[in-house]
T-cell receptor, first 111, second 114 residues
Framework: EDKVVQSPLSLVVHEGDTVTLNCSYE??????LLWYKQEKKAPTFLFML????IEKKSGRLSSILDKKELFSILNITATQTGDSAIYLC???????????FGTGTLLAVQP | GAGVSQTPSNKVTEKGKYVELRCDPI?????LYWYRQSLGQGPEFLIY????????DSGLPNDRFFAVRPEGSVSTLKIQRTERGDSAVYLC????????????FGEGSRLTVL
């Protein structure tokens, strides 16, 4: 069965800290891995990764994919209170190319 | 509209009742997805449409759940004989194709079954 596992489940840090969120996947016919940020309701897109070893970067956020070891990490440097959210990882694949989500990592950034 | 629109935003119903949740995707997006999210969990796949047809309905939990997309645009998720365990946020998302790319999510419909 296809699955995506995220760790840690939750994390509390102080402003200015750097955090690393982990995502491992077992997805047949794997196509891509996506990261989303969910603050209240609608998840908002962060990154899509399809190739191993190529870092994607957006401001203080960056992500990389390892297709050999079947995992991805999301890094946030110099965290701010506005980074507090649930970070969702999802793998696209399976027989019908659907998106399969992990349970998410709840990040709380304290002032 | 510019984004994915879902109605109602909140629905409270009694056990055993029938509910319909509506999703209006981004114009031109051929793929439409329904997910269910319970507290503390990630979105759980229910069904997705490519055009008017259900390309994958393997996530529907049982035959009380049904979804349609008759004209390839708006979709309705229908839940019969609701149970308390159906309480969750139902998220709809759309994308231009199913091959690659991000999904654009709506704000969700929060269903509470009393």
């Amino acid at each position: 069965e296809d699955k995506v596992v995220q760790s840690p489940l939750s994390l509390v840090v102080h402003e200015g800290d750097t955090v690393t969120l982990n995502c491992s996947y077992e997805v047949t016919n794997f196509r891509s891995l996506l990261w989303y940020k969910q603050e209240k309701k609608a998840p908002t897109f962060l990154f899509m990764l399809t190739s191993s070893g190529i870092e994607k970067k957006s401001g203080r956020l960056s992500s990389i994919l390892d297709k050999k070891e079947l995992f991805s990490i999301l890094n946030i440097t110099a965290t701010q209170t506005g980074d507090s959210a649930i970070y969702l990882c999802a793998g696209r694949g399976g027989a019908t190319n659907k998106l399969i989500f992990g349970t998410g990592t709840l990040l709380a950034v304290q002032p | 509209g510019a984004g994915v629109s879902q109605t109602p935003s909140n629905k409270v119903t009694e056990k055993g009742k029938y509910v319909e949740l509506r999703c209006d995707p981004i114009s031109g997006h051929t793929a439409l997805y329904w997910y269910r999210q319970s507290l503390g969990q990630g979105p759980e796949f229910l069904i997705y449409f490519q055009g008017t047809g259900a390309a994958d309905d393997s996530g529907l939990p049982n035959d009380r759940f049904f979804a349609v997309r008759p004209e390839g645009s708006v979709s309705t998720l229908k839940i019969q004989r609701t149970e308390r365990g159906d309480s969750a946020v139902y998220l709809c998302a759309s994308s231009p194709t199913t091959d690659t790319g991000e999904l654009f999510f709506g704000e969700g419909s929060r269903l509470t079954v009393l």
